[in-house]
């Protein structure tokens, strides 16, 4: 059992930085992969990030088109936490942001999750 907790979230006007937490219970968190999707108003929920479980591929990352090269995601096995620093913020960013567990070293969608958090809002204004 993994229980998720995110923070972090907030107000930021468009081209500023937030960076997201994400602190898991359990003694087995190096052995989940972990994911960050959203989901905006309106919208489904769409993958952002995901970084692969520590012992494959140490580390891998995976990151949404939209994300790329803005956002990067990291965990901390030590502190069971998983992180996203995102920066360059655009208004088309805001949504609720939630962090997730999966069994699998690859997890780009939601039905591959098992455990999620229960979101933290993030809204970039114009």
């Known amino acids: 059992q993994v229980q998720l907790v995110e923070s972090g979230g907030g107000l930021v006007q468009a081209g500023g930085s937030l960076r997201l937490s994400c602190a898991a219970s359990?003694?087995?968190?190096?052995?989940?992969?972990m994911g960050w999707f959203r989901q905006a108003p309106g919208k489904e929920r769409e993958f952002v990030a995901q970084?692969?479980?520590?012992?494959?591929?140490?580390?891998?990352?995976y990151y949404a088109d939209s994300a790329e090269g803005r956002f990067t995601i990291s965990r901390d096995n030590a502190k069971n936490t998983v992180y996203l620093q995102m920066n360059s913020l655009k208004p088309e960013d805001t949504a609720v942001y939630y962090c997730?567990?999966?069994?699998?070293?690859?997890?780009?969608?939601?039905?591959?999750?098992?455990?999620w958090g229960q979101g933290t809002q993030v809204t970039v204004s114009s």
């Open positions: 997730a567990a999966s069994p699998l070293k690859t997890a780009t969608a939601g039905t591959m999750y098992t455990y």
């Open positions: 359990g003694r087995t968190f190096s052995s989940y992969s």
């Open positions: 970084i692969s479980w520590s012992g494959w591929s140490s580390g891998s990352t």
